[in-house]
């Protein structure tokens, strides 16, 4: 990221990269993603996947596809956490959803 703040998100009015925050700024993830070619343009959703999404007010959140659905809709459940610590719960299609990814199998990095 710092070889290339000027392709991340300028929201934060900062001149140069924050180690000890910008790996859990949404909108950072989002591009590093995006720039790794890792985004995904479909809604079928496997178990691994991260999904953002946007809850308004300038508020976004991130989590990970379960391996788990709902037990009618067989909608994936989420793993996330929100501020009640890491949970497991069916919030995928709760807010707009900005951004799905999905990283190769055989990363190694």
Request: avoid cysteine; glycine fraction near 8%; charged fraction near 25%.
């Amino acid at each position: 990221m710092k070889r290339n703040f000027n392709k991340y998100p300028q929201k934060w009015g900062l001149k140069t990269t924050d180690k000890n925050i910008d790996h859990r700024r949404v909108p950072n993830i989002m591009t590093y993603f995006q720039r790794q070619g890792y985004q995904v343009n479909d809604q079928k959703y496997q178990a691994g996947d991260i999904v953002t999404w946007d809850l308004g007010k300038g508020l976004t959140h991130i989590g990970i596809i379960s391996d788990k659905t709902t037990l009618l809709s067989k909608t994936p459940l989420v793993i996330h956490n929100i501020g009640y610590g890491i949970r497991e719960n069916d919030i995928l299609l709760s807010y707009k959803i900005i951004g799905h990814y999905r990283l190769p199998k055989n990363i190694t990095q």
